[in-house]
């Protein structure tokens, strides 16, 4: 099970942390992410890391802006998203995938969380 929070409304410029948040069985091996899908358009990806290596994965749009980590102690990994701008507004979903880091293969996804930036 998967549990995102952290969304918001902030001003363009400024910065939002995501968590996700894993329980009910171990994550070991996978690639845990996030999409994101705005208003009238497909979802995309935003970022991935490996649970064991720590290895992080992530979109030209968000490189340089957006950091994705990981807790394994509290078993939660975070997206930090910096210099957002309005483009960022979407609802944020987070995911776990076995085998992919670019999460194709998803088999746990986390609810969504609304990130609304304004300009």
């Known amino acids: 099970q998967l549990q995102a929070s952290g969304g918001g409304l902030v001003q363009a410029g400024g910065s939002l942390r995501l968590s996700c948040a894993a329980s009910?069985?171990?994550?070991?091996?996978?690639?845990m992410g996030w999409f994101r899908q705005a208003p009238g358009k497909e979802r995309e990806f935003v970022a991935a890391i490996n649970w064991n290596s720590g290895r992080t994965y992530s979109a030209d749009s968000v490189k340089g802006r957006f950091t994705i980590s990981r807790d394994n102690a509290k078993k939660t990994v975070y997206l930090q998203m910096n210099s957002l701008k309005p483009e960022d507004t979407a609802v944020y979903s987070c995911?776990?995938?076995?085998?992919?880091?670019?999460?194709?293969?998803?088999?746990?996804w986390g609810q969504g969380t609304l990130v609304t930036v304004s300009s």
């Open positions: 009910g069985r171990t994550y070991g091996t996978y690639y």
């Open positions: 995911a776990a995938d076995p085998y992919s880091s670019s999460l194709s293969a998803v088999r746990w």
